[in-house]
């Protein structure tokens, strides 16, 4: 007899597994139901599929993978609900399990995990040379030639969307603007790691350099050294377990969490899940500890950069204090929307933090924005996977940030700024998407 296959959802502690009572408290807040109203699209539903699993009800079949993957991963239903129902859990476990039954596997789709999460995103290097050459075919202007020949159209529809969103590649990555050590501007008050990412480096480089540059301006000695590994979540979201688990023992060893006093992100999605390294390695007896202590230093930049004003650091962007040679500006000069990143708000619970910053730099007027915490469709790699729905929620997005009048949009995780960077230019919009530690940068910028 075979000995019984490992069932990440079977093996779930259960009391996570049946929390849902089924309320539907969360059925409007989830963007897949309210666009198809089917049971089944909705957490209620999906909870109950993953429970039928737990319980040995359902196998993991291929409709119950497809449907894991609709989903955006995005947890507004985790905000909405009264139970509180552990979501990113469930949907990391139900995603872990539609892989581990190999129901959704295809040579194709094979190939392209192996590439991506096995090979690019395990070792930086590795993605850091892929994105040279990217930047040096845009740089000789070899892209914008390509598109102009029109021999795009050969390709497949698909394909030329795909090619389409091909982020744009920054000439210089976060090792080549970012010293190893960054000190503090002023009085040193703190010693902080800042993680640089993975796609991020390439795409986002300066707003690496920015948050560099801004926590030095507040007291933080910043160690950003070189050659870091990817923080996991897009193997943890998608179904890559033993991956992420490894991922987090390297960020770790290179982060030892007793020799700073925070560890910094500036991307949403990567802080919701470098919060919970004790969760991925709690059966480690090695690093359990340590991945205990390393959750309590994680810190997103703006939730730092507000403790620190709390801790009594010379936290200066404040209208009164803070950027004082910004205060030239008049009022209201430039006129702000905020989107929350899914991961920043309904992850980390981040939603005052970034706006109190920026409500605090002169010159500009914060104006609301309506569903600012509705999914922008980007999703991880949800808007590489499942276009449609993607992009319906992207128009959406576009019109509210249409309704406010604003000539920016700030949003802090690197798959929002892309994803609305790209919907902008494809609608003609003459927007400026940005992270708001940037906004925060060339505000002190401005005062020196
Ligand atoms: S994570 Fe988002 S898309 Fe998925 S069930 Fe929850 S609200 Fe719906
Ligand atoms: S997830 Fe929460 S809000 Fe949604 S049905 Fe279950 S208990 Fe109710």
Known sequence: MSAERHSHLKDLDYSVVQQCMHCGLCLPTCPTYDATKVERNSP?????????????????????????????????????????????????????EAE?????????????????????????????????????????????????SGVLKLFPKRLRELEAMTPEIQSRFSAELITPVTPAIG???????????????????????????VLARNGCDVVTPP???CCGSLHAHNGEWEAAQELARRNIDQFPPEKFDAIITNAGGCGSHLKHFSKLLEDDPVYRERARQWDEKVKDVHQWLIECQVSGARYQVGNSAAAPGTSHLPPDTLVVTYHDSCHLCHGQKITAQPRELLRAIPGIKLVDLPESSWCCGSA???????????????????????????????????????????????QGLPLRVVHPITLLAEAYRRRD
């Open 44 to 96: 209620r539903g999906r909870i109950s599929l993953m429970r039928a699993i737990a319980d040995g009800q359902l196998e993991a079949t291929k409709a119950f993978g497809e449907e894991m993957y609709f989903c955006l991963g995005c947890l507004a239903c985790q905000t909405a609900c009264p139970a509180g129902v552990n979501y990113a859990e469930l949907f990391e476990h139900a995603r872990a």
């Open 100 to 148: 581990q039954s190999g129901a959704l596997k295809s040579p194709k789709r094979n190939f392209i995990r192996s590439f991506a999460l096995k090979w690019l995103f395990m070792d930086l290097r590795r993605l850091r040379f892929v994105a040279r050459v990217l930047c040096v075919y845009q740089r000789l202007g070899l892209q914008s030639f390509v598109r102009r």
């Open 187 to 213: 009085e040193k008050r703190f010693r902080v790691a800042l993680l640089t990412g993975c796609a991020q480096d390439p795409i986002f480089s300066n707003v690496n350099r920015d948050t560099a540059e």
């Open 227 to 229: 050659n870091q590994s």
């Open 380 to 426: 991880g790699i949800y808007n590489l996977t499942q276009p449609e729905m993607a992009g319906e929620l992207l128009r959406r997005k576009l019109s509210h940030i249409k309704s406010t009048g604003a000539h920016v949009v700030a949003t802090a995780n690197p798959g929002c700024l892309l994803q609305i960077i790209n919907g902008a230019r494809e």
